[in-house]
């Protein structure tokens, strides 16, 4: 099965230009357990219309996207997220956990050369349900210690998670092109026993 898997421009992702035709990603927002990251980045500027920002606020500019395209394969995703959020997410891994629970919302835009304008090639509607994933043990969360060096300011931290599906039936839009969406199924509805 094919793989959709990106490596992200975080400085074109922070510094929009638009004559730099590299992709970018980002998470709109995202909450684990009970936990809210704060949608705290406000001035990204939206890909699609290089002369305004992002409607909503972003959480973390994204590096990394990886998904093997799969009903019950994981989202794999890095990115930056600001101090605030570094610390949250320290808190949560040192911590207990109560719930595994991922809802999250993302985008990820390229460049058509042939339309010669960005579009969305992989994003979803609505939040999508997730479960961190868990390799041994270990859940797939982390956070580095130090800030990252490749955009100083606003200071910022690169995060990693991997998030796999609830059993309810959930849809990814991805795009090959400017106007060709293909929408895919993430998750597998399980019916409760009666």
Do not use: C
């Not at 969360?141 to 998670?161: C, G, H, M, R, W």
């Amino acid at each position: 099965m094919p793989q959709f898997s990106r490596a992200l421009d975080v400085y074109q992702g922070f510094n929009f230009k638009k004559d730099k035709q590299s992709p970018v990603g980002y998470i709109l927002s995202i909450k684990i357990g009970d936990k809210t990251l704060t949608a705290d980045q406000e001035t990204i500027k939206n890909p699609e219309e290089p002369d305004k920002a992002i409607a909503e606020k972003v959480v973390a500019v994204l590096n990394h996207y990886l998904w093997e395209t799969g009903a019950t394969d994981a989202i794999y995703m890095s990115g930056q997220v600001s101090t605030a959020n570094k610390q949250m997410l320290a808190e949560m891994l040192l911590g207990t956990w109560s719930s595994i629970d991922v809802e999250f919302k993302y985008v990820v835009y390229e460049y058509d050369p042939l339309a010669k304008k960005y579009f969305k090639s992989n994003f979803v509607d609505a939040a999508v349900k997730g479960l961190l994933e868990k390799n041994g043990d270990d859940l797939n969360l982390a956070i580095a210690d130090n800030p990252s060096t490749e955009v100083q300011s606003p200071k910022n931290y690169t995060f990693q998670i991997g998030i796999k599906p609830q059993t309810l039936e959930q849809t990814v839009n991805v795009a090959v092109a400017s106007g060709k969406n293909i929408v895919k199924q993430w998750g597998v509805t399980e019916t409760a026993a009666g």
